[in-house]
């Protein structure tokens, strides 16, 4: 029998359903960690990229509403001790915007942040942040309101401060010089699968390889491709033996021969022994899933999953997993 919308029945049914989450979640929330994790508390609920800053012992992390935080790990730091998230950007000039791939770029002592407008897509940027003073160095525009809709997403940086930017809605590449300065824009029809469905989340993750080439994800297609900035920008596709790579999302390279990549499952070890022709992937780690696993980045020797969704109320705290393959 069909049960009315505003029946006593349907209503515990609705109830009973929704329990099943938020009881799955709580006793998850409580159960002890496999691995080391950095909690944090923070102002808001969504952390999307976080980068360990050796020098400044501190990860740093983009506010999806919009700005940067930096967790100070203090030399004399105990497992159980839940750090704070200091607000040391939060740029009036791009109110509105999310901020979310950043590259800690320690040669040239900045901070680069990559903006872009969440919902509407109608604009992108590049924004370069002194790490000592936080100072803005340059806003490069990528993309505006008379432009296609485009996402930035991810950053990388060369070994002469050029910055590559991906846009995950129009499968594109922009390359930014060292001054902020537009310089090219990359495409090829490897960024694109046949499948329209494929695209609706596309290039993502992104990092610089030191023989000269970049590594980027597609996420939607799980696809990895390898650009040789020596060989004039060529695209390949990666042969991963093990993949697809679907849903993959932050890309870092901890070797020259190996790749974390986070998204879902919340991280996956891939190698490759062929300057990157090929690959496979070797091990996964399964964290917290319900937190939704966004960026990679390496501490003393230890890869740590950035996670996109806070949890607690009116404390917010974020967790950064230690992922063990």
């Known amino acids: 029998m069909a049960l009315s919308l505003c029946s006593p029945r349907f209503l515990i049914f609705i109830f009973l359903v929704s ?133 930035a997403d991810d950053v990388a940086v060369d070994a002469e401060g050029n910055a590559y930017v991906t846009d995950a809605k129009a499968s594109k590449i922009w390359k930014v010089g060292v001054h902020g300065e537009l310089l090219s824009i990359l495409r090829s029809p490897l960024f694109s699968p046949k499948e329209w469905y494929k695209s609706l989340v596309a290039l993502n993750g992104i990092v610089y390889h030191p023989d000269g080439y970049l590594i980027v994800i597609h996420t939607f297609s799980g696809n990895l491709l390898k650009i040789d900035l020596t060989k004039g920008e060529e695209v390949k596709l990666i042969e991963v033996a093990g993949g697809p790579l679907a849903f993959g999302d932050g890309l870092e390279l901890i070797s020259p021969t190996k790749l974390v990549v986070a998204g879902n499952p919340s991280g996956r070890l891939v190698e490759s022994s062929d300057g990157w022709e090929t690959a496979s992937v070797v091990a996964k780690f399964k964290g917290p899933a319900h937190r939704l696993a966004t960026a990679a980045t ?28």
């Open 19 to 151: 329990a099943i989450p938020v009881a799955y979640i709580i006793s998850v929330e409580r159960a002890k960690p496999p691995t080391h994790v950095f909690h944090y508390h923070s102002s808001g609920f969504f952390r999307e990229c976080a980068k360990w800053d050796d020098q400044g012992r501190r990860f740093l992390v983009s506010f999806l509403e919009g700005g940067v935080g930096a967790i100070h790990v203090p030399e004399d730091y105990s497992p159980d001790l839940v750090l704070n998230e200091v607000t040391v950007v939060k740029d009036v000039d791009l109110t509105g915007n999310a901020s979310l791939g950043i590259a800690v770029d320690r040669p040239r002592n900045r901070l680069l942040v990559v903006v872009a407008d969440l919902l509407g897509n109608r604009y992108s940027a590049l924004a370069a942040y002194d790490l000592s003073t936080w100072k803005r160095l340059f806003l490069a525009q990528l993309s505006g309101p008379s432009d296609e809709k485009s996402f």
């Open 298 to 325: 390496v501490k003393d020797g230890k890869v740590y999953l950035n996670h996109l969704v806070g949890m607690g109320y009116p404390k917010k705290t974020h967790a950064l997993v230690e992922a063990v393959f």
